[in-house]
């Protein structure tokens, strides 16, 4: 059984920054994608970055040049550094990896940008 753990969530102000973290664990022999997703109050759920294994990344124009994601394969993470935080960032933040040719999903971890 894969496990995903999240953490780093809470309230930021606008223009503020928020380090968000997912470590996989388990029994898992190789991790191909990961990302974090997120879903704002009414919306449905939208990608925010992901990369793959070989270090390709990809973004949601919304937040290109301001969020920036990082794997450590060593240790099976993801990080999601977040920058430049903007009211329509709020949201929960869900991680997401592809390991062993299966979907695994976080439980989610709330992002509340507001002054």
């Known amino acids: 059984q894969v496990q995903l753990v999240e953490s780093g969530g809470g309230l930021v102000q606008p223009g503020g920054s928020l380090r968000l973290s997912c470590a996989a664990s388990?029994?898992?022999?190789?991790?191909?994608?990961m990302g974090w997703y997120r879903q704002p109050p009414g919306k449905q759920r939208e990608l925010v970055a992901a990369?793959?294994?070989?270090?390709?990344?990809n973004y949601a124009d919304s937040v290109k040049g301001r969020f920036t994601i990082a794997r450590d394969n060593g240790k099976n993470t993801v990080d999601l550094q977040m920058n430049s935080l903007k009211p329509e960032d709020t949201a929960v933040y869900y991680c997401r990896i592809v390991a062993d040719n299966r979907l695994y999903w976080g439980q989610g971890t709330q992002v509340t940008v507001s002054s």
């Open positions: 990369i793959t294994s070989g270090g390709s990344v």
């Open positions: 388990g029994s898992i022999f190789s991790i191909n994608a």
